[in-house]
């Protein structure tokens, strides 16, 4: 069968644009995926924890701190060092020929090299507190890391639940407006029938009104409770969403009945405890630093030098290779430094340090006092959210049972429209309360359980 060169290029064109297709329906895809995509919990603490720019300054501290480490680690070796010279020098000179004085230009021509070292034998033991420190403060910025993560997981958990919290009033506003829509054709028809007055359609319009602003309201709400959480995590808002926790109603076992518990583990675990304990370390360290400015210091010193020297005024001068040999030197040194007066540096550091040290275990004190109010705060806050939602929950039955009479009274005409739409304002609310009790219970018992250091992610 022959096949001419026209068929071949409609096939190849064909599987070109087939091509181009499969190319472009993946690109489709992929944006519906990224669009579509709705973010968990987890993912957006991790996603936080992992390019917060917070925490990345932290981490670069850290870097930082390791280095340090290692420069306090090298004072511990000799220093060694070494030097090479070569001088020129041009002029003239009064040389004696015979009986006669003449002035004769002269070119000189001083090569040298040397080699150095030095090393610290004692300087009351600051070398050794100077790594101590240096290890110490890598500990303390670790441990102060931890504590930004830590307030950052909170407050995306937060963020996150307030999404949540918008989210299902909007569905309540939702739930109402079409309660009023409907209401709203069973009027007219009541109207129609004559049962009541045409003005009772005017307030039941007013009413649908009313709810298609709140649902209006409750939709921004939840746009900016999204915004809020994506600029937490740095990522763009277009397409940004959430994927939906069912929150049951929460009971009274989330609680915790004893704060006791809660202190005595966050005062041994808590980040912002370890890292006052970490300062009074470092500033006790600081203080003997200071003392060995009172005590003295010894260093071992070498030195090896060799020099080679010409000049156009000789001719019998050794070759360079051979001066450089014949002249070498070695050189040993002991060096010992004890201070007499300083002109009361050492003694002002040193006063200065005790006096750091003296405010470092204050602030120790301080840590823990502010540590024991936030969780008594929280641990009152959670109580009194429980009472509070509590409440609302009957509250809502009371309003639920208060409205299903009032519109059955006002099915048979005894109710008017606005005593109904009254009636429908405090169910709302009702509503409304019993949502935000409920969000603020769960927060608060995540704040409970953050110090007791269980994950917030559950």
Not at 195 to 224: G, H, K, M
Not at 345 to 372: P, R, V, Y
């Amino acid at each position: 069968m022959k096949i001419d060169k026209e068929d071949k290029m409609i096939d190849f064109k064909t599987f070109k644009m087939k091509q181009i297709f499969v190319v472009l329906a993946f690109f489709v895809c992929a944006i519906s995926f990224s669009q579509t995509k709705k973010w968990t919990l987890e993912e957006c603490v991790n996603h936080a924890l992992e390019n917060n720019i917070t925490v990345k300054q932290g981490e670069n501290v850290l870097l930082t701190n390791e280095q340090n480490i290692i420069v306090a680690r090298g004072n511990f070796l000799p220093g060694v060092s070494a030097s090479a010279s070569h001088n020129l020098g041009i002029g003239t000179q009064r040389i004696d020929i015979g009986e006669t004085q003449v002035i004769v230009d002269r070119t000189s021509n001083s090569t040298s090299f040397g080699v150095g070292a030095s090393q610290t034998v004692f300087n009351g033991f600051r070398l050794t507190n100077l790594y101590k420190q240096s290890k110490l403060n890598l500990e303390t910025s670790q441990l102060e890391l931890d504590r930004i993560k830590d307030d950052i997981s909170l407050n995306v958990v937060n963020a996150y639940l307030n999404v949540l919290f918008n989210k299902e009033n909007l569905a309540t506003s939702k739930a109402q407006y079409n309660f009023s829509d409907k209401q709203l054709q069973q009027v007219k028809s009541l109207v129609d029938a004559g049962v009541q007055p045409r003005a009772n359609i005017y307030d039941v319009e007013a009413t649908l009104s009313a709810d298609a602003q709140s649902v209006t309201l409750a939709e921004n709400n939840v746009t900016l409770a999204l915004l809020t959480l994506s600029q937490l995590l740095q990522v763009p808002f277009e397409g940004f969403d959430v994927e939906i926790i069912n929150i049951e109603s929460p009971s009274e076992t989330l609680l915790y009945n004893n704060i006791t518990p809660i202190l005595n583990f966050a005062f041994e675990n808590r980040n912002e405890i370890k890292i006052a304990e970490k300062n009074i370390k470092n500033a006790e360290l600081s203080t003997e630093i200071s003392k060995s400015g009172f005590l003295p210091s010894v260093s071992l010193g070498y030195g090896f030098n060799t020099n080679a020297f010409y000049t156009n005024l000789t001719q019998n001068e050794a070759a360079f290779l051979d001066q450089l040999n014949n002249q070498k030197s070695h050189s040993f040194n002991l060096n010992v430094n004890i201070p007499i007066f300083s002109r009361f540096q050492n003694k002002t550091a040193l006063a200065k340090s005790i006096i750091q040290e003296e405010n470092s275990k204050l602030g120790l004190e301080q840590a823990k006092l502010n540590l024991e109010s936030n969780i008594q705060r929280a641990f009152t806050d959670a109580k009194s959210a429980f009472k509070a939602f509590e409440a609302a929950k009957k509250s809502l039955v009371a309003q639920e049972l208060s409205f299903e009479n009032s519109q059955e009274r006002f099915n048979i005409g005894v109710m008017t429209s606005f005593e109904l739409d009254q009636a429908r304002v405090r169910l709302i609310n009702a509503q409304a309360s019993l949502i935000n009790a409920k969000y603020d219970f769960v927060f608060k018992t995540k704040v409970l359980d953050f110090y007791m250091g269980k994950p917030l992610t559950n």
